[in-house]
């Protein structure tokens, strides 16, 4: 392993851990999530989401986070807040002041980069039917089947920093112009991380029902 490939594991640890500091102080209706007291999941899906941006992108996130922990700010807690908008408009109606005013250029960038992460997923699920039910719904229309895949997209990149949120769509958009789904990419991390082959070993065990 290179110096390089070295220090961005060591930044990707860094985003993790701070990650699931601020996870274990979110408070949801109905007391701790389940998913709170899962640390291997956590580290699988939030590693396989880092493994598909640029190292500046990484560095910016963590400069986001580092920000928020001097400002008292809890990100994830914020990311939830965000999508009850759609899941829990009532209670979203509660605590809408209470969280950060997104900037109009900042809510265009985050629906350029919701856009193009649908688009992707919307392949996937042509491609890897089976893998992909296992998953989130795709549009913000179907958050009454459990939040979608663009909803909580939408609710995370609103906690990103304007300058984390264009260096995440220079890369997304490049990718896209270039035919690429870093979606693709990033799925086939996680699988791996989960023992599986490949991809396509993991939609093939999906489709016959057991793992």
């Not at 109905?30 to 396989?48: E, L």
């Amino acid at each position: 392993m290179t110096q390089a490939q070295t220090d961005r594991e060591q930044l990707i640890d860094s985003l993790v851990g701070a990650e699931w500091a601020f996870f274990q102080n979110v408070n949801n209706v109905g007391g701790r999530a389940s998913c709170q007291d899962m640390p291997q999941t956590f580290s699988v899906m939030r590693r396989s989401q880092f493994a598909i941006w640029t190292d500046e992108a990484l560095a910016s996130y963590q400069a986001d986070l580092d920000r928020a922990l001097v400002e008292g700010r809890n990100p994830l807690a914020e990311k939830y807040g965000y999508m009850m908008e759609s899941t829990h408009p009532d209670e979203y109606a509660q605590i809408k002041g209470d969280l950060p005013a997104v900037s109009p250029q900042k809510a265009e960038l985050v629906e350029k980069i919701v856009a193009i992460q649908v688009g992707w997923a919307t392949e996937m699920a042509q491609r890897y039917p089976h893998f992909m039910r296992h998953g989130r719904p795709l549009h913000t229309s179907d958050d009454r089947l459990g939040t979608s895949i663009e909803t909580y997209s939408r609710g995370e990149l609103k906690t990103y920093s304007e300058a984390t949120l264009q260096l995440i769509y220079q890369r997304f958009s490049e990718a896209q112009a270039e035919g690429v789904n870093l979606q693709e990419q990033s799925d086939e991390a996680q699988v791996r991380m989960l023992g599986y082959a490949s991809l396509a070993a993991a939609e093939k065990t999906a489709a016959s029902g057991s793992r």
